[in-house]
């Protein structure tokens, strides 16, 4: 492309960010663009405040979660631990070691009495979710379990792992329902509709996939430029929200029923720090998408018109998890990198109308 060209084409991009840069490197000219955002979100708006756990863990706090009575809050680690919080005072009151290598990720039902887990030694524990006692080990997958997720009538677990497998497991049994094969490289994500009739997983083969509650596959959704890492779906089920890995820093709104691409924000993220984005969530009352990034950023998307509304910048390191309170005015945050701290942020300034 000549540079004339690529001027042209810059220019008609301009009113989509808040300011253009040429930059002459090693004979090459280079744009920078720097994403525009909302009057809301440029404000320099007073930050939430928080409280925190420094030192939460000897490693990166891959998840956070809270118990559905929101008296208890778990976390798990690159450190092989899961720990469970006092969420009124952030004491520890319990480490559970029965996993040998990271906890990638931990759920609890719906009915609040048993959580699972899952780890990089390929197993899943089903724990007592008021002892924190174990009950059963789930295992099959031949690689990290990424993350699992309760059905919403809490009768099937689904997880999905680094061995490229989606699977669904018989809760009360223990018994392994379905492995399905169709992702043709790691699947870092799952998540149920609310109806319980479908779910989504995420892979690193740059799709998204749709399956009902048996395990068929029902259709596969592209338009991702690099490596998924999370997606999420929206309270009343209508959209699906996900998010990329090394290389674009992307985040798309999908329609949850008919697959098709709503909204696609390249460069979501992106600094020095990098630009993958290893959360994202919907707020439980649907007022915002969130996601969470290496570029120790988070971002409170609005899910109606896709426009950025609101940043907590500078964390202090990498976001690896993010959770929400039921009322959506405490989110916990994960971090990594070199800073094993779990935030509680008060957002209500922002969530709440």
């Known amino acids: 492309m000549r540079v004339n060209d690529a001027i042209q084409e810059v220019n008609t991009m301009s009113r989509s960010f808040r300011s253009i840069r040429w930059i002459r490197r090693a004979g090459k000219l280079i744009v920078s663009l720097v994403l525009a955002i909302s009057p809301a979100a440029q404000a320099q708006e007073p930050l939430p405040a928080f409280r925190h756990i420094q030192k939460a863990h000897d490693g990166s706090v891959l ?30 009151n319990k480490t559970l070691r029965n996993h040998t290598r990271d ?3 931990v759920a609890f039902n719906h009915a609040g009495n048993l959580m699972a887990s899952g780890s990089t030694d390929t197993r899943i524990i089903l724990w007592d979710a008021t002892t924190f006692q174990p009950i059963r080990v789930l295992e099959g997958h031949t690689a990290a379990v990424r993350e699992v997720e309760f059905s919403p009538d809490d009768k099937t677990l689904a997880s999905v792992g680094e061995d490229s497998t989606f699977r669904l497991w018989d809760v009360q049994t223990g018994k392994l329902k379905v492995t399905r094969t169709e992702h043709t490289k790691k ?5 149920w509709y609310p109806d319980g009739k479908t779910l989504v997983t995420a892979s690193h083969d740059l799709t998204l996939r749709l399956w009902d509650a048996s395990g068929e596959p029902k259709q596969v959704l592209t338009g991702h430029k690099d490596v998924l890492e999370t997606v999420d779906i929206s309270p009343d089920g209508k959209l699906l929200f996900s998010g990329t890995g090394t290389d674009w820093g992307q985040v798309i709104f999908w329609d949850a029923l008919s697959g098709k691409l709503l909204h696609d924000e390249p460069y979501a993220h992106g600094n020095d720090y990098g630009k993958e984005i290893d959360a ?64 509680l942020w008060d957002v209500s300034q922002w969530t709440q109308d």
Not at 67 to 92: P, Q
Not at 187 to 191: C, D, L, R
Not at 311 to 337: C, L
């Open 187 to 191: 699947v870092k994500s799952v998540a």
């Open 280 to 343: 994202v969530m919907f707020t439980p009352n649907g007022k915002y998408a969130v996601s969470g990034s290496k570029d120790r950023t988070i971002k409170f998307w609005d899910p109606k018109t896709y426009e950025l509304r609101h940043v907590i910048p500078n964390n202090p390191g990498r976001i690896e998890s993010m959770t929400f309170s039921a009322d959506s005015r405490t989110m916990a945050i994960g971090y990594g990198g070199t800073d094993y701290t779990i935030k």
């Open 63 to 92: 998840c956070v979660e809270f118990s559905r009575d929101e008296k208890t809050l778990v976390s798990s680690s690159r450190d092989s631990t899961i720990k469970i919080w006092d969420l009124a005072s952030l004491e520890l």
């Open 103 to 105: 906890v990638y990720s």
